[in-house]
């Protein structure tokens, strides 16, 4: 059974820093690309950013790009979102995703809350 696991959300300050994990189980990690992804209140699930299975290709959402970094450990079976600068427009569920390309995800997190006060 593939299980993603969320961890790190909280309420931060803008301008605070937080670092969202996911741990994977049940898949063979390193096969799969992994993204992160949110959904604000009232709006649609956007892609915040997806690293490939080589941890050598990665993307950002305009909105984060230079605030957020992410990567991987294959090792661990972990994905990381180290997220600073934080802003309120930053609020969000966070959800991590699993799949065999970064054109489809097949496994997705429970999701964790990031809220950002201003």
């Known amino acids: 059974q593939v299980q993603l696991v969320e961890s790190g959300g909280g309420l931060v300050q803008a301008g605070g820093s937080l670092r969202l994990s996911c741990a994977a189980s049940?898949?063979?990690?390193?096969?799969?690309?992994t993204g992160w992804f949110r959904r604000a209140p009232g709006k649609q699930r956007e892609l915040v950013s997806r690293i490939r299975r080589s941890d050598k290709d990665t993307y950002y959402a305009d909105s984060v790009k230079g605030r957020f970094t992410i990567s991987r450990d294959n090792a661990k079976n972990t994905v990381d979102l180290q997220m600073n600068s934080l802003k309120p427009e930053d609020t969000a569920v966070y959800y991590c995703?699993?799949?065999?390309?970064?054109?489809?995800?097949?496994?997705w997190g429970q999701g964790t809350q990031v809220t950002v006060s201003s």
């Open positions: 995703a699993a799949g065999p390309s970064v054109y489809g995800y097949d496994y």
């Open positions: 049940g898949l063979t990690f390193s096969s799969y690309a």
